[in-house]
């Protein structure tokens, strides 16, 4: 399945992260099943009109999220994304709740500290 792509160079976002969001996506929504093998940097850099190196920071970022996962001279491939989001969202908000009892927020400061970061996350 080829991996279908596009790069808008006008876009504010750079290249890399255009490469690393189009991927998350695709993989969250299951358009890029998990074990979903993924062309080689080179390859993906080619058919894009991109640096290798681009495509290798996008690589490095998505390995980070969880997203994908380099097996060696196998190839890379599409990791189980929504457990390691999930786990890595869960640490974060524990992290967070144990900061905001420490700093002596209420229950109820801390979570309009939340309701607000996400509207402002989210807002398009």
């Not at 009109?49 to 001279?73: P, Q």
């Not at 196998?74 to 640490?91: K, L």
């Amino acid at each position: 399945m080829p991996l279908q792509l596009s790069i808008d160079p006008t876009a504010a976002e750079a290249p890399y992260e255009q490469i690393r969001a189009q991927i998350a996506a695709r993989a969250r929504d299951g358009a890029l099943p998990v074990g979903c093998r993924l062309p080689t940097v080179r390859r993906l850099a080619e058919d894009l009109g991109l640096a290798a190196n681009t495509v290798a920071k996008a690589y490095r970022a998505l390995e980070g999220d969880g997203v994908i996962e380099t097996r060696g001279r196998n190839g890379t491939f599409v990791a189980a994304a929504r457990d390691a989001a999930a786990r890595e969202v869960s640490e974060a908000a524990q992290t967070f709740a144990g900061r905001a009892r420490r700093l002596g927020l209420s229950r109820e400061e801390a979570q309009a500290a939340v309701g607000e970061a996400l509207r402002a996350a989210y807002t398009d």
